[in-house]
């Protein structure tokens, strides 16, 4: 059982909109260990870096311009399982598939407004938590609730 990390970030719209606290707190109850968290506003050649992947897609450009429209919440949260669990708390990319009970699901409706990102494999979880934080930026401690959370 290797502990992973998974960065999770409310995007632009997500912010704009006032989601802030309850995108945060889907995370926090499940159980997963926040390691850092911060509000950024997010220069392009970064967007690019993230998202070099989709580079041939037709809708990167206007997903770039998106994703740096504004100030975005990046967090970086730590646990066993929790990069494939983020994703299911996340649901589908499109959010009228995203099943209800999912932040897509229950919070937004288009896939270029999906509000939220998680990373998609552990090693793209180390990836992107090393591209949107700096070493000093991110705390190891040990949550009290930890022995109720696991035995
Ligand atoms: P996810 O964010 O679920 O990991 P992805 O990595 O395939 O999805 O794509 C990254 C983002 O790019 C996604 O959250 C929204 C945007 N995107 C993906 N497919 C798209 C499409 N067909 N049209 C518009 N935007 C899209
Ligand atoms: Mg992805």
Redesign the pocket.
């Known amino acids: 059982e290797q502990v992973e990390q998974t960065y999770i970030m409310v995007k632009p719209d997500g912010v704009q909109r006032g989601l802030v606290g309850e995108i945060i707190s889907r995370f926090e109850r499940k159980g997963f260990k926040l390691t850092g968290l911060k509000l950024f506003q997010c220069p392009k050649e970064l967007a690019e870096e993230h998202?070099k992947d989709?580079k041939t897609k037709s809708?990167y450009p206007t997903?770039i311009d998106y994703i740096t429209s504004g100030p975005v919440v990046c967090m970086v949260w730590e646990g066993v399982g929790v990069v494939a669990s983020a994703r299911k708390l996340i649901g589908s990319?499109n959010p009228l598939q995203a099943e209800p009970g999912t932040i897509r699901g229950d919070l937004a409706v288009q896939?270029?407004r999906?509000v939220v990102?998680g990373s998609?494999s552990p090693e793209n979880g180390k990836r992107e938590t090393a591209l949107w934080f700096k070493e000093g930026e991110l705390y190891e401690w040990t949550p009290a609730q930890a022995p109720w959370l696991m035995e």
């Open positions: 998202y989709l809708f997903l990319t896939t270029g999906n990102h998609d």
